[in-house]
């Protein structure tokens, strides 16, 4: 089933308004959703948006807190997302990380007190795409085992690069495990087996069986212990910079909200022309496309390229829905 992007858009924001979000932040959070699910991540739009809306009515999300400048370091601010949406405080603090860097070449906002972002990319591209390079990641409950470990005691801890390439922006938006949640749960749903070990079952064997994984909460870090230790890291620097809470303090609620985020962009036209930035990323593009692909018909694609293809084909045919959760919202 298919449904077009304006449509999408349209019954989230009708949803979002019916909830107490004004005009202009139901416009915004509506088409951060609608946009997730038209580069092919649904699972952080429109299979998200329900459990968002839970949120809200449960009061975890107050559809109206923004977020709020708590300190200032120069080209550092700390501030206070209030609980509220998390899309909405990320988009914001993007754009006053941006709005740093023209000013000192680098601005970093540590974000605490905020909700789940949904897809971390968004931002990235949102940087991007204003000429921006951008870091950032966000903490989350614990929902992974630390290497060597049994229980979950690491967040998944997404993190998000991006560069400036015109309208082709190379972002990179990753789970520091093997595949996010949100995945993992979409693959059960649908009955379909991961396409490489994803976690562990319950008899401590590696697995693509998402259902077997998501049972014995024992998802495989990125790189085993690299992706452990890079989470570890994620989280406390995510901490120290926004003042916020830890994964461990995080998963002492009884859900995940009140997550620490940080941004960090960088005005890299300042060292240089923005010809001469879209220069030399196409120059690092160039030669992957030169690579020989494992699969004839295929090829190699730069972070973000498939995301593009996915939007152009979306755009064009309609986002693909799991019907279930099309008619959820529908009927909110």
Same mark, same amino acid.
């Given at each position: 089933?298919?449904?077009?992007?304006?449509?999408?858009?349209?019954?989230?924001?009708?949803?979002?308004?019916?909830?107490?979000?004004? *005009?202009?932040?139901?416009?915004?959070?509506?088409?951060?959703?609608? +946009?997730?699910?038209?580069?092919?991540?649904?699972?952080?739009?429109?299979? &998200?948006? %329900?459990?968002?809306?839970?949120?809200?009515?449960?009061?975890?999300?107050?559809? =109206?807190?923004?977020?709020?400048?708590?300190?200032?370091?120069?080209? $550092?601010?700390?501030? @206070?997302?209030?609980?509220? %949406?998390? %899309?909405?405080? !990320?988009?914001?603090?993007?754009?006053?990380?941006?709005?740093?860097? &023209?000013? /000192?070449?680098?601005?970093?906002?540590?974000?605490?007190?905020?909700?789940?972002?949904?897809?971390?990319?968004?931002?990235?591209?949102?940087?991007?795409?204003?000429?921006? =390079?951008?870091?950032?990641?966000?903490?989350?409950? %614990?929902?992974?085992?630390?290497?060597?470990?049994?229980?979950?005691?690491?967040?998944?801890?997404?993190?998000?690069?991006?560069?400036?390439?015109? =309208?082709?922006?190379?972002?990179?938006?990753?789970?520091?495990?093997?595949?996010?949640?949100?995945?993992? +749960?979409?693959?059960?749903?649908?009955?379909?087996?991961?396409?490489?070990?994803?976690?562990?079952? !319950?008899?401590?064997?590696?697995?693509? *069986?998402?259902? !077997?994984?998501?049972?014995?909460?024992?998802?495989?870090?990125?790189?085993? $212990?690299?992706?452990?230790?890079?989470?570890?890291?994620?989280?406390?620097?995510?901490?120290?910079?926004?003042?916020?809470?830890?994964? /461990?303090?995080?998963?002492?609620?009884?859900?995940?909200?009140?997550?620490?985020?940080?941004?960090?962009?960088?005005?890299?036209?300042?060292?240089?022309? !923005?010809?001469?930035?879209?220069?030399?990323?196409?120059?690092?593009?160039? @030669?992957?496309?030169?690579?020989?692909?494992?699969?004839?018909? @295929?090829?190699?694609?730069?972070?973000?390229?498939?995301?593009?293809?996915?939007?152009?084909?979306?755009?064009?045919?309609?986002?693909?829905?799991?019907?279930?959760?099309?008619?959820?919202?529908?009927?909110?």
């Amino acid at each position: 089933m298919r449904v077009t992007f304006e449509e999408m858009k349209r019954e989230f924001e009708r949803v979002l308004r019916s909830r107490g979000f004004s *005009d202009g932040r139901a416009v915004r959070c509506a088409a951060i959703f609608a +946009e997730n699910s038209l580069v092919g991540v649904a699972s952080h739009g429109l299979n &998200r948006f %329900p459990g968002f809306i839970e949120f809200v009515e449960r009061g975890l999300v107050k559809p =109206a807190a923004e977020a709020e400048l708590v300190s200032s370091f120069g080209a $550092w601010e700390q501030w @206070d997302g209030n609980l509220g %949406p998390g %899309p909405l405080n !990320a988009y914001q603090c993007t754009e006053r990380a941006m709005t740093l860097a &023209r000013q /000192h070449g680098v601005g970093c906002v540590g974000l605490r007190n905020t909700n789940h972002w949904m897809r971390g990319g968004y931002f990235g591209w949102q940087a991007a795409q204003a000429g921006f =390079a951008l870091i950032a990641w966000t903490n989350t409950k %614990p929902n992974a085992p630390a290497w060597g470990g049994l229980d979950p005691r690491i967040g998944n801890n997404p993190l998000v690069l991006a560069v400036p390439n015109g =309208a082709t922006p190379v972002v990179l938006d990753m789970a520091m495990t093997q595949f996010s949640i949100g995945r993992m +749960e979409t693959a059960r749903r649908s009955g379909t087996t991961l396409p490489v070990p994803g976690g562990y079952d !319950a008899a401590g064997n590696l697995s693509q *069986d998402p259902a !077997a994984i998501l049972e014995a909460n024992r998802a495989l870090p990125i790189g085993y $212990w690299k992706g452990s230790g890079l989470a570890i890291l994620l989280d406390l620097v995510a901490v120290l910079v926004s003042g916020g809470l830890a994964t /461990h303090e995080i998963g002492q609620r009884e859900t995940e909200y009140g997550v620490a985020q940080l941004f960090i962009a960088f005005d890299v036209t300042q060292a240089s022309s !923005a010809a001469l930035v879209n220069q030399a990323v196409e120059g690092v593009i160039a @030669d992957l496309r030169t690579a020989t692909p494992v699969t004839p018909d @295929d090829a190699v694609l730069s972070p973000g390229e498939r995301a593009l293809r996915t939007r152009r084909e979306n755009m064009a045919h309609g986002i693909p829905v799991e019907p279930a959760i099309w008619q959820r919202v529908l009927a909110m």
